[in-house]
């Protein structure tokens, strides 16, 4: 198997706790490419969303006012579509700063389970001196994380 790139980003919670951490992975996203707009709805960017919706309602319109041909339309399109790919994990790593969480570190893991784990340890290695107070009961506690995620029970894992 072969590596990935993801950036780990933490969020802390009004005690000042770690409440969450979200990994990014990075570079092409094929999901964003083939589903752009499902892409920025489904991870609640909505202004990019917005933003999808008005180059495309602005290309739908200059095609039917005559002012592009279709041709052209249709090149312009698939542009914007790679434009969106390459740039989609890192307008969502910018939209987690903008909602309170601070990249920690780059990992190199294979899954995101592994990239997790060394996330952690990296934050460990970074302040040796963190302890579990500082953490918040949501990642420490399998039974509230579960909730917090809403996973039913048939879904745990057995420890």
Known sequence: MSLKLYSALIRRDKSHK???IALVM???SFLALFFSLPWFLCHKMWQSSFVMIFFEILLIW???SGLLPGFDVFFLQLAIFFVVAINANHWYRQYLRSKGYFL????LAQNEEEARLKAMKSLHRNS?????????D???????YLKAMKIDKEQKFSA
Not at 128 to 136: C, G, N, Q, V, W
Not at 138 to 144: L, Y
């Open 128 to 136: 040796p001196d963190l302890s579990f107070d500082e953490i918040s």
């Open 26 to 28: 990075e570079g092409f």
């Open 104 to 107: 920690t570190a780059f990992v």
């Open 138 to 144: 949501e990642i420490i506690d399998s039974k509230s």
């Open 62 to 64: 200059s095609y039917n």
């Open 18 to 20: 770690i409440a969450d």
